[in-house]
């Protein structure tokens, strides 16, 4: 579940790796605060969030695949790539607004654990059509 203390130190544990490094490179959670305006987003409404997260994701496949001809970044972009074609379909299926009967829920594919994807299911109440 939610809530802000679990949002702060999911925050600080990302962070962490940056601590010994220093601004601009790591921030305090109040300043991520004040510099995302993430606050604001908790009370956007929903299908402006998801065009928000289709052009932000869409916007970071057209620059990893800037880089995946590149020989030394293949093997890291390609996942990356395919993270961000995932999330970017199942944002346009959310914002259609026409998928009522699935439920979606975030895995973390094995070649890249770090950035999960949106994934789509059936609802559990229902068999699994073919």
Not at 16 to 36: F, N
Not at 109 to 122: I, R
Request: net charge neutral; glycine share 2%.
């Amino acid at each position: 579940m939610w809530n802000a203390d679990s949002e702060r130190l999911r925050f600080e544990h990302r962070m962490s790796g940056l601590s010994s490094i220093g601004p601009p490179l790591h921030m305090s959670y109040a300043d991520y605060l004040i510099h995302s305006k993430v606050e604001e987003l908790y009370h956007s409404e929903e299908n402006v969030l998801l065009k928000n997260a289709i052009k932000s994701f869409d916007a970071a496949r057209l620059q990893f695949e800037k880089l995946e001809d590149r020989p030394e970044m293949s093997d890291m972009i390609k996942p990356l790539v395919r993270v961000c074609r995932s999330n970017i379909v199942a944002a346009r299926m959310l914002a259609s607004g026409k998928v009522v009967d699935r439920r979606f829920e975030w895995q973390f594919p094995t070649d890249s654990p770090m950035f999960p994807v949106l994934k789509m299911s059936t609802h559990p109440s229902e068999p699994t059509k073919l």
